[in-house]
Nanobody, 123 residues
Framework: VQLQASGGGLVQAGGSLRLSCAASGRTFSVYTMAWFRQAPGKEREFVAAISGSAGSINYADSVKGRFTISRDNAKRTVYLQMNSLKPEDSAVYYC?????????????????WGQGTQVTVSS
C-alpha cells in the first residue's frame, strides 16, 4: 500500500491542524493505521493508532485529549485532528500502516510509511 500524508503547516501555539493520509489499494479497511512524529535529533515516536473498523483507538499520553485520530474507509483516508497545539508538537508527522490488528509503539512494527508532513508550532 502507498501512503500520502498532507495537511502540515505553520500554526501558532493553541491552534489546530488536521492531517490527512490517503492510501492506495482496495483493502484499506483491513489495515491498522497510525501516526508517528519525529522532531530533529529525536527518535520517531508513536502518536496515535486506529484499527481497521475504528473500534480500537490508542494515543500517546502526550497527545491524549488534544489529538483525535479517525478514518474514512470509503475514502481510504486516515486523519489526525490536532488541537491545542504546543511548540513541542513540532515535528515531521508520518502515517503508517500494518495488517496486524493490534497497535504498536515501535516504528519497526509498521510495514508501510508515508513521506511525512511538517508541522511547526510557534510560541
Amino acid at each position: 500500500v502507498q501512503l500520502q500524508a498532507s495537511g502540515g503547516g505553520l500554526v501558532q501555539a493553541g491552534g489546530s491542524l488536521r492531517l490527512s493520509c490517503a492510501a492506495s489499494g482496495r483493502t484499506f479497511s483491513v489495515y491498522t493505521m497510525a501516526w508517528f512524529r519525529q522532531a530533529p535529533g529525536k527518535e520517531r515516536e508513536f502518536v496515535a493508532a486506529i484499527s481497521g473498523s475504528a473500534g480500537s483507538i490508542n494515543y500517546a499520553d502526550s497527545v491524549k485529549g488534544r489529538f483525535t485520530i479517525s478514518r474514512d474507509n470509503a475514502k481510504r483516508t486516515v486523519y489526525l485532528q490536532m488541537n491545542s497545539l504546543k511548540p513541542e508538537d513540532s515535528a515531521v508527522y508520518y502515517c503508517a500502516s500494518r495488517t496486524l490488528p493490534a497497535p504498536a509503539a515501535a516504528p519497526a512494527a509498521w510495514s508501510y510509511w508515508g513521506q511525512g508532513t511538517q508541522v511547526t508550532v510557534s510560541s
